[in-house]
């Protein structure tokens, strides 16, 4: 499986940003797509997380207002668009892959395939 997120960049606090994951060699018929952050000197966080091909997605109440996950099952990509930006959105986003169809997702222990991550940087 590979994983390659891209979107990333520098914004203002305010504004908003779509961040993509493109999909590869995925062998299951059924299987989830979680998007993680991990900001300077935390550890990774789990945000949201949607189940390929059934479309349901999920995200933490931290981030739920802001943070909407969405597939596009023919592009094999999946979206995480974030509105009004925060400071403490700055972080290397993340998109895994596992078969547990979203649960548990926070756990980054329970996904098996990573992509390198894209830096999101919101200033002032």
Same mark, same amino acid.
């Given at each position: 499986?590979?994983?390659?997120? #891209?979107?990333?960049?520098? +914004? !203002? %606090?305010? $504004?908003?940003?779509?961040?993509?994951? @493109?999909?590869?060699?995925?062998?299951?018929?059924?299987? #989830?797509?979680?998007?993680? +952050? !991990? %900001?300077? $000197?935390?550890?990774?966080?789990?945000? @949201?997380?949607?189940?390929?091909?059934?479309?349901?997605?999920?995200?933490?109440?931290?981030?739920?207002?802001?943070?909407?996950?969405?597939?596009?099952?023919?592009?094999?990509?999946?979206?995480?668009?974030?509105?009004?930006?925060?400071?403490?959105?700055?972080?290397?986003?993340?998109?895994?892959?596992?078969?547990?169809?979203?649960?548990?997702?926070?756990?980054?222990?329970?996904?098996?395939?990573?992509?390198?991550?894209?830096?999101?940087?919101?200033?002032?």
């Amino acid at each position: 499986v590979q994983l390659v997120e #891209s979107g990333g960049g520098l +914004r !203002q %606090a305010g $504004g908003s940003l779509t961040l993509s994951c @493109s999909a590869s060699g995925v062998t299951e018929n059924e299987y #989830s797509i979680a998007w993680f +952050r !991990q %900001a300077p $000197g935390k550890d990774r966080e789990g945000l @949201s997380c949607i189940i390929i091909p059934d479309g349901r997605g999920y995200s933490m109440d931290s981030v739920k207002d802001r943070f909407t996950i969405s597939s596009d099952n023919a592009k094999n990509t999946v979206y995480l668009q974030i509105k009004n930006l925060k400071l403490e959105d700055t972080g290397v986003y993340y998109c895994a892959q596992n078969r547990y169809f979203c649960a548990a997702y926070n756990q980054p222990s329970l996904f098996e395939s990573w992509g390198p991550g894209t830096q999101v940087t919101v200033s002032p």
